[in-house]
């Protein structure tokens, strides 16, 4: 991208973004960006974005020509270097859809396992960590008791104690599922 099109980071918040991705496909080089009109960009713009407005396209497109105009690689330009990009481009992107596919299929399955609405009805976490909280926890019916179950998050004190001496100060163990144990410290943190 840094020997392609450098000025096109500018262009949009999130350079690894669908409408993003899909534009550079269209549009790989500053040159071609130069060569289409801005009423084509716009429209290509829209076309990959739908939920956006269409002055936002004007306005991406405004801002992409710009870039195009600014940047100093519009004529030495390697072949090579473009063949690559576009080549990374389609993995991104395909890599997107695996993951949203992923995504829909987690989702699915956490509506399916019984505890999960119990668990999202716990001020603080949605989807995802109640999702992760299942995926760690597995059968609650392997824990006989509640401490169990806060030992295997590693959220449990740790207990310093000798003779007369007791730690008033204890930290965690941090014993257990490393993942666990920090979605349940961001969520406390956050309620």
Known sequence: MDQVFPEYKKVFGYLYSAVSLKL??????PEDVCRSSHSELSRRIKDHCNSRSIEWAERKAS????????????ESLYRSHLISMQVYIKILLEYQEHLSALKEEIDAQAL???GYELIR???GIGD???ATILSEVGE???FSHPKKL?????IDPRV???????????RITKRGSSKLGNRCIVQFCAV
């Open 121 to 123: 009805s716990i001020p």
């Open 160 to 170: 310093h104690e000798s003779g007369r001496f007791k730690a008033t100060q204890n």
């Open 63 to 74: 801002t992409l020509k710009d870039a195009a105009s600014r940047d100093p690689f519009q």
């Open 140 to 142: 609650i019916d392997r």
């Open 112 to 114: 399916v396992i019984e």
């Open 128 to 130: 995802k960590i109640a």
């Open 150 to 154: 806060v030992a295997f998050s590693g």
């Open 24 to 29: 550079l496909l269209d549009f790989p080089t």
